[in-house]
């Protein structure tokens, strides 16, 4: 069974559009987060849930809406998508202070 | 801002031979470290972590040394195999959110 598994794994779109990417982790955590890795590689935190409540906002644009329908849930919203909002996004789970488990990624193209 | 930082992008080392890949920090309060190993299209998977109340952890063929002088900390990897190949990142865990350094992509050369 796969940890922490978000969908979809490749996501091309126009921009302007709204795009959702869903996640979920089967590991019982309390706590999820979206990161975003651009294309140096380089991993920024966009928000972080915990029992379905938004504990970290870093400053993301607010055409990003994350969506917590359960604690084993965290989804991300876009709205108007732009170019640079291209990435691959990164869903991941924690409990306590212990390491996250990360999702495979969901690849973003905006065109 | 205070950040946690990799020295080098790239590192080429030859099958067999350790790898060691350098990262420092900037707040001496830190004190909860982590190595992540992130292979083409999967995320970043745990490899090993340090707390600041020790100097040196090892795993399985993987070691993580802690300076906080000089606050620097490394992670070396034994005779490197084929399946190291990826990019590696030291990240800060401060409890909240886990911080990532901009990660040091490791090349095998054959």
């Known amino acids: 069974d796969t940890a922490v598994s978000q969908t979809p794994k490749y996501l091309v779109t126009q921009m302007g559009n709204d795009k959702s990417i869903k996640c979920e982790q089967n590991?019982?955590?309390?706590?999820m987060y979206w990161y975003k890795q651009d294309s140096k590689k380089f991993l920024k935190i966009m928000f972080s849930?915990?029992?379905?409540?938004?504990?970290i906002n870093e400053t993301v644009p607010n055409r990003f809406s994350p969506k917590s329908p359960d604690k084993a849930h965290l989804n991300l919203h876009i709205n108007s998508l732009e170019l640079g909002d291209s990435a691959v996004y990164f869903c991941?789970?924690?409990?306590?202070?212990?390491?996250?488990?990360f999702g495979s990624g969901t690849r973003l193209t905006v065109v | 801002g205070e950040s946690v930082g990799l020295h080098l992008p790239t590192l080429s080392v030859q099958e067999g031979d350790n790898s060691i890949i350098n990262c420092a920090y900037s707040?001496?309060?830190?004190?909860?470290f982590i190595w992540y190993k992130q292979e083409s299209g999967k995320g970043p998977q745990f490899i090993i972590d340090?707390?600041?109340?020790?100097d040196k952890r090892q795993g399985q063929r993987v070691t993580v040394l802690l300076n906080k002088t000089v606050k620097h900390l490394s992670l070396q990897i034994a005779a490197t195999q084929p399946g190291d190949s990826a990019v590696y990142f030291c990240a800060e865990n401060r409890g909240d959110k886990i911080i990532f350094g901009k990660g040091t992509r490791l090349h095998i050369l054959p």
């Open positions: 991941a789970s924690g409990q306590g202070r212990e390491s996250y488990t």
């Open positions: 340090i707390r600041s109340n020790m």
């Open positions: 707040n001496s309060a830190s004190d909860y």
């Open positions: 849930y915990n029992n379905k409540e938004l504990i």
């Open positions: 590991l019982g955590h309390d706590t």
